[in-house]
């Protein structure tokens, strides 16, 4: 059952809605044993790459586009660090609907691109940074009357708040710590708006701490101020003006949580902790928040034993090149089985 589906009760749809779904959201919810021994807190990892299109972004944007359709849209359009333009073509695709991609050019993980190509939306690469192209996609959607998916398109939000009512369900409470990388700013502000839903209904009693991880290149959450020129490894969250600022301002106020950085090499570390140690291969973007417990733990500004979920956003398989500069090649042998077992041995 989708997202649509499973959530109607709760979700702004009506019997126009088309039931639009590629099988997106119910993702694990997984226990890291190992990991949780590291740290001294019971670390859950919700698995957000095990969406059709491999993130996160599929939860809001099957919405986006049941409503596009609802109101007879021609056409899609977003601008996207990769993941957003990944999961709008895939569900144009679906929907027969066309769809337009402006991509910051030269600064998409392989993996995305070719996604985006294969669903068969119009692939545009802006010779600009991500915030330029949402500029231009917002101005073009609105000259032309085509549905602008990105994440100011508030039923991406909305759907969005299913993963928090996930968690609340698997749990049958919130998490005393939600762990999350923040790029624009909407996932953060969407499940802070699902858990304080989840509370207003009875389904929960306890709201978690927001904590949002940004990349120190990329923090402008962090810094308080817009960041011109952001830089990070972690291309899904290389965003310097956060659209969603001020909601997930208030997601991190009101809940006492907080706002914290860390280095790509922090977070290319977490990355492979997170896939030799836990056997789950995440995007970087994803691994920001593994990466910040880790410096929290650090600075002993961790509590003991607390329950923590973390939500690995993207699929490690998006971005093999960034994989493939952290590891080692494969051994290589001839077809004797004394190789073999020589390598073995070592
Ligand atoms: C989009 C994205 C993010 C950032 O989410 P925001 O809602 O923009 O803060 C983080 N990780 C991945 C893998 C993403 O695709």
């Keep these: 059952m989708g997202v649509i589906e499973r959530y109607s009760e709760l979700l702004p749809v009506t019997e126009k809605t088309p039931k639009l779904t590629l099988g997106e959201g119910s993702t694990p919810l997984v226990h890291l ?66 769809c337009f991609v402006l991509l910051p050019a030269g600064k998409v ?25 949402l500029e231009m996609a917002r101005e073009a959607a609105e000259k032309e009357g085509y549905a602008i ?62 904590m949002g991880f940004q990349a120190a290149g990329a923090a402008p959450l962090v810094t308080g101020e817009p960041c011109p020129n952001p830089e990070t490894v972690a291309t899904a969250i290389r965003i310097g003006n ?47 928040p593994l990466a910040g417990l880790i410096k929290f733990k650090k600075e002993g500004r961790l509590p003991r034993g607390i329950t923590a979920v973390m939500i690995l956003t993207g699929n490690g398989l998006k971005d093999p090149d960034t994989a493939m500069s952290q590891v080692g090649r494969p051994l290589e042998i001839g077809d004797s089985l004394e190789e073999l077992l020589a390598v073995m041995k070592k």
């Design 109 to 133: 993980a392989l993996g995305k691109l070719a996604q985006a190509l294969m669903y068969g939306a119009t692939v545009i690469a802006v010779n600009g940074n991500f915030d330029r192209a």
């Design 149 to 210: 998916v990105n994440s100011v398109n508030p039923y991406r939000l909305w759907g969005q708040r299913s993963g928090a009512w996930e968690i609340c369900e698997a749990l049958g409470k919130a998490p005393d710590w939600h762990a999350i990388p923040v790029g624009n700013a909407g996932n953060i502000s969407a499940y802070w708006a699902g858990y304080k839903q989840y509370q207003e209904l009875g389904k929960i009693d306890k709201l978690p701490r927001m």
């Design 242 to 288: 956060p659209v969603s600022a001020h909601l997930a301002k208030e997601a991190v106020a009101m809940s006492s949580g907080e706002f914290n950085s860390v280095t790509d090499e922090e977070i290319l570390a977490a990355q492979l902790l997170l896939s030799s140690k836990g056997g789950i291969f995440a995007e970087p973007a994803s691994c920001a």
């Design 33 to 98: 044993d190992n990991i949780s021994e590291m740290l001294g807190i019971e670390l859950w990892a919700k698995l957000e790459g095990c969406n059709p299109s491999g993130s996160f972004k599929d939860r809001g944007m099957v919405m986006a586009v049941a409503k596009a359709l609802e109101s007879g849209a021609k056409a899609l359009v977003c601008a996207s660090t990769g993941n957003t333009s990944a999961s709008a073509a895939a569900y144009a695709a679906a929907a027969n609907v066309p």
